[in-house]
């Protein structure tokens, strides 16, 4: 039985005309929030901030195709982290030098004089990779570029590099004002080598070495995309705080592929120190789609940061059966740090306002009740379940279609596990996709399970932000039935609503 709220969400025809260009043949996997760009390949963020009102996302490119190569900065802007305007590239490859990955600073004052003038600048800080030529060997370094205050306008510091150490790997700068010792400090990925170098400067231009952080944790074939910032702890003693220091590994996740980790500690200006034991591997997402998450420079002081990655792994993100575009960023999170019972460890949560969504509906669920939902099912919706106290049973959801396909997503009191199993959906021509992935946890209250599903992605938060997992997913039918699995009798809590249209 469907509950009676459930038939409001049923189509009328004028909102399935708008739904048809979405699911068209050439555009079937776009998705309706995430951002994509209009045509050709994109991976990483790159240089995220914000400013008067916009957030800006630039990210890796390659203007002339969908696959990887020529890498630019493709540019993006949004008033809410949930509508997107794409703009002419930023960052074009230029003699030879392409833009890697970087990040972005407000220079208020003007400090590195590169600025139109001394109301300052958004400044961004890339790295040039100059693969091997006959004359030297391949080489990485950091280099500054001057926007003006809309962003819209970019030009390449004449002075660049500001930092060459003629290495090979050595990549995506995070900088940022370091107020207590009054300066910029940069963070590079040492990337063969495992480890973060920290750096210091006054003006952007002229760095000095500090320290280095690593090898650590899980070490894989490459350390890239660092992130790096300070947070209160919820739940710590007055005014506690941790550094965050976030690390892409390019393979070697523990479910196969790139995926990221991330060490929480103290930073005194000149060196991070770990407060776990170099052997600790804390994943920053359990899932298998999340790489490179930066996050936004210049927002307001906040107990949180807003940060948002690459949606895809590095082992199959060539293989994604998705035209003109390929590539997509996963949702803007919230991410905080909390004291839990294993340690101090991050918190995420969708950042985009929900309200945005339309039809905003909620009501109770029961797993007897056959399918939770079989028509009218919008290529982008958010789904809430909690169960009540005292529950001790499962709870699950299970998206189908007319194609035989299905994922699932939800907790396993057997196995004591939060899992995401994508194994029933084929439609990527490498065999490195399918996968069930899985994260042990105690449940103890009540389970709380959020999914956010885009055509062509679900993102699940669960265990108040504590575990996240973002799969891509690429059905070759869209979903027409939603399930709410759990135990027989139970009863869950459940609000839906349909993002983006
Ligand atoms: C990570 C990465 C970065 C590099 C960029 C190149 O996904 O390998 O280290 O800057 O992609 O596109």
């Not at 045509?39 to 990887?68: A, I, S």
């Not at 028509?375 to 007319?402: C, H, M, W």
């Not at 973002?470 to 139970?490: E, K, M, V, Y």
Request: glycine share 10%.
């Amino acid at each position: 039985m469907v509950p009676a709220f459930l038939l409001l969400l049923t189509l009328n025809a004028q909102e399935a005309a708008i739904v048809a260009p979405a699911t068209a043949a050439a555009q079937r996997y776009r998705p309706l929030v995430h951002f994509s760009p209009e045509r050709n390949w994109t991976n990483d963020p790159c240089g995220l901030y914000f400013l008067d009102g916009f957030y800006h996302l630039f990210f890796q490119y390659n203007p002339h195709g969908d696959q990887w190569g020529h890498m630019s900065w493709g540019h993006a802007s949004t008033p809410d982290l949930f509508t997107w305007k794409e703009h002419p590239v930023a960052l074009p490859e230029e003699n030879g030098v392409m833009m890697f990955t970087g990040s972005a600073v407000v220079d208020r004052n003007n400090s590195s004089g590169i600025c139109a003038d001394d109301s300052g600048c958004p400044i961004l800080i890339y790295t040039g990779h100059e693969s091997k030529s006959e004359s030297r060997p391949r080489r990485e370094h950091q280099n500054l570029a001057a926007g003006d205050r809309k962003g819209m306008t970019w030009r390449k510091y004449s002075g660049n590099p500001v930092l060459n150490e003629e290495r090979a790997e050595f990549r995506d700068p995070k900088v940022f004002w370091h107020e207590r010792t009054h300066r910029w400090i940069m963070v590079v990925a040492l990337a063969n080598e495992h480890k973060a170098g920290f750096y210091a400067s006054r003006d952007l231009k002229d760095w000095k070495k500090l320290s280095e952080f690593g090898p650590a944790g899980t070490t894989g074939p490459n350390w890239e995309c660092p992130e790096f910032f300070e947070l209160p702890v919820e739940g710590g003693t007055k005014g506690e705080t941790r550094w965050v220091l976030k690390i892409g590994i390019g393979d070697g996740h523990v479910f196969g592929g790139s995926g990221e980790q991330y060490f929480v500690g103290r930073f005194d200006g000149t060196s991070f120190v770990n407060d776990n034991p170099a052997s600790t591997t804390l994943w920053f997402d359990h899932g298998r789609d999340c790489y490179c998450t930066l996050a936004f420079a210049n927002t307001p002081k906040r107990p949180y940061v807003e940060m948002l990655g690459w949606m895809s792994n590095w082992s199959y993100a060539k293989d994604t059966p998705t035209t003109p575009f390929r590539g997509q960023m996963t949702i803007p999170r919230r991410v905080s740090l909390r004291k839990t019972r294993e340690g101090i460890r991050i918190v995420q949560r969708p950042a985009v306002n929900t309200a945005r969504g339309r039809r905003v509906v909620a009501g109770t669920a029961s797993p007897d009740a056959g399918p939770w939902m079989s028509s009218g099912i919008p290529p982008a919706f958010q789904l809430d379940i909690e169960t009540p106290p005292g529950y001790k049973g499962e709870v699950g959801v299970r998206l189908s279609n007319s194609a035989g396909e299905w994922f699932t997503v939800g907790y396993d009191r057997a196995k004591q596990e939060w899992f995401a199993d994508r194994t029933a959906v084929k439609n990527v021509n490498n065999a490195k996709f399918a996968s069930r992935a899985a994260v042990k946890r105690v449940e103890r209250g009540p389970l709380r399970l959020q999914i956010l599903v885009d055509v062509s992605s679900v993102e699940m938060f669960a265990s108040r932000g504590e575990v996240s997992m973002t799969h891509l997913l690429f059905p070759s039918q869209p979903w027409n039935r939603i399930d709410i699995t759990g135990d027989s009798g139970a009863k869950f809590e459940t609000g839906f609503t349909r993002l983006g249209l």
